[in-house]
């Protein structure tokens, strides 16, 4: 007992010594001190704010791909502010615009359309907006009504448009449907919801808008643009079906031809003279879609094949889906 008590106080000495001084008492080498490389100005790392956080990690924005009548999906993070609603973040991101490498998508809304706030309502969305989303796009006419083009692509891009918020929202929320109401200014109105007029459908100004719900004819799906494919092959509308051909291909690393090569090449195979989708299936993933269908072929000389369950493959590429102009060769010289 005498021994115990003797060297208890030298040995916690010890350790409270060691503990103090760290790694380097104990291996006895001092820890070096931090110093700026000589001529530079020491960086540090930038302070975190504590505000801005991403909760939700990625959502699914919709956008109009080139010029056709569909939307197309772009997967991005969204940042939500501290005391702001996940909704409102994402319909931001949506307002501002498809990312700058999105070459292909366009936004639909005119600039300064802003999300004043959201409320959901059981299973509905409703959204205020600003004044500014009953607006024309920067390259739409005044006098649209008297050219034929802009009679059929101004009601067409509210179309898209409305479809835009609607699939976004139903993609990354508990909702089923929506309802824009729109900040209304100045102006004396009894309502703020908005009119079906804004659809230039030819409705009289009174109608207002119901709930809006989602069209997914008109959303680029594996599936649905599977569909395009065979219909534009069989419409033989090269121009639109060169749009879904895989700008690299991925099995060659090949780009794809120009469009005059790539009239030539389709020329050449059979005639698409009925089809049959059947449906399509998504790799785990979500990088390449299987599709199947039945095809109906012509051959130049007027001999005719039936040919079920074909299949072809869609890439995804820039949240797109593509074929790759091999997989296509290969599928028609079979």
């Known amino acids: 007992m005498q021994f115990c008590k003797r060297f208890a106080l030298p040995v916690l000495l010890l350790i409270l010594a060691a503990a103090l001084g760290g790694c380097s008492a104990i291996r006895g080498t001092p820890l070096p001190e931090s110093t700026a490389i000589p001529g530079t100005d020491p960086v540090y790392p930038s302070a975190v704010d504590i505000n801005t956080m991403d909760l939700r990690g990625y959502a699914t924005l919709w956008f109009r791909f080139l010029d056709e009548p569909y939307l197309a999906a772009e997967t991005r993070s969204i940042t939500q502010l501290a005391g702001q609603s996940y909704e409102y973040a994402l319909l931001s991101a949506l307002f501002a615009g498809p990312g700058t490498q999105q070459v292909e998508m366009t936004s639909l809304f005119p600039v300064g359309t802003r999300v004043l706030s959201t409320l959901q309502q059981g299973r509905t969305m409703i959204i205020t907006l600003s004044g500014e989303f009953t607006g024309m796009l920067p390259d739409e006419p005044e006098t649209w009504y008297e050219d034929a083009f802009w009679q059929a692509e101004i009601p067409l891009r509210r179309k898209l448009a409305m479809q835009s918020i609607v699939a976004t929202v139903t993609d990354n929320c508990d909702a089923d449907e929506v309802v824009i109401l729109v900040e209304q200014g100045s102006a004396v109105s009894d309502s703020l919801r908005l009119r079906q007029s804004w659809f230039m459908d030819g409705t009289d100004e009174s109608v207002l808008t119901g709930p809006q719900t989602r069209d997914d004819t008109l959303l680029l799906t594996p599936a649905t643009t599977g569909e395009r494919f065979l219909d534009y092959w069989q419409q033989k509308n090269w121009s639109a079906l060169y749009k879904y051909i895989a700008a690299t ?12 090569a790539f009239v030539t090449e389709m020329e050449r195979f059979p005639a698409l003279m009925g089809v049959h989708f059947n449906g399509c299936s998504v790799f785990y993933d979500g990088s390449v879609a299987t599709v199947s269908a039945d095809i109906n072929l012509q051959q130049p000389s007027g001999q005719a094949a039936e040919i079920p369950a074909r299949i072809f493959r869609l890439h995804r590429q820039d949240g797109i ?3 790759c102009m091999s997989d296509l ?3 028609l010289e079979e």
Not at 249 to 260: C, M, Q, S
């Open 249 to 260: 291909d991925v099995r060659t690393g090949i780009a794809k031809p120009e469009y005059r």
């Open 329 to 331: 060769v290969d599928w």
């Open 321 to 323: 889906w593509k074929i």
